[in-house]
């Protein structure tokens, strides 16, 4: 089965979690360590990458170490076409919509698109969306961040995303943002499209998770929980609070 039908079905049944770990943290056996964790917790995916500091070599590990220690598919969540890992099942070929450089609209993916088809990795479309306050990832990708208080722009991004083919959009506060994106936000943006809603950037604990479901996220995704001491009993806590 494709990652994408697995993924597809899954969402039959509920709302779903995904782990991100970013290859730059931490050496690749405490990648491992922490897939299997997130596996064990009931974690449906688990995503790798990060906005900076992503080498082919610590991408090549780290891929590697969790595709050993886990039973669910790992997505390459890429930063740019600089590396590309076969030990990934799939990646989200993707495009930041609402960034000002066309490096990051299309210009990466042009420079990847030929790796991916020899690599024969699994695409998995998606249209990204920074929302404020960005983080790392809206400087770095020259975003015109979605204001907070303007859901209508982010819902119109996510409608030109999905009229133009993409299978699945992601609306990202940045990693670490101090506040999750508003929940008014992903309801409207929930019901002016059809494909799956991906949400992710400052979810730290199960309120903000259910909340975040509840607006009608599909894919509720979190990273930097996993890097704190004790992250085992939060991450516990958010994948019940998404399942339940
Ligand atoms: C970043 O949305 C993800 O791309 C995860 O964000 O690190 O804040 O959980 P956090």
Known sequence: MSVE???????????????????????PAQAGKIARDACSLGTDAIMIGGSTGVTQENLDQTALEIKDN????????????????????????????????LD?????????????????????SMGYIIVAPGMKVGEVGQADV???DDPKLAASYAMAGELLGMRSIYLEAGSGAPAH????MISYVKKS?????????????????????????DVIVTGTIIEENGY?????????????
């Open 232 to 244: 085992l009993s939060k991450l516990e806590s958010i994948i019940k609070s998404i399942k339940t």
């Open 104 to 124: 990051w609209v299309i210009r990466e993916q042009v420079a990847g698109a030929p790796a991916v088809k020899k690599l024969g990795l699994e695409p998995l």
């Open 193 to 217: 499209i059809s494909v799956p809603l991906i949400v992710g950037g400052g979810i730290r604990d199960a309120e903000a998770a259910k909340e975040v479901k509840d607006a009608g996220a």
């Open 5 to 27: 039908d697995y993924l597809l079905q899954k969402l039959k049944t509920g709302a779903l979690h995904m782990t991100l770990i970013d290859p730059a943290s931490q050496d």
């Open 146 to 148: 979605i204001p907070r």
């Open 181 to 184: 994106v508003p929940s008014d």
């Open 70 to 101: 886990s039973d669910v598919p790992s997505i390459y969540f890429p930063s740019g076409a600089e590396a590309m890992s076969p030990h990934c099942d799939a990646i989200y070929f993707m495009s930041m919509l609402n960034s000002r450089s």
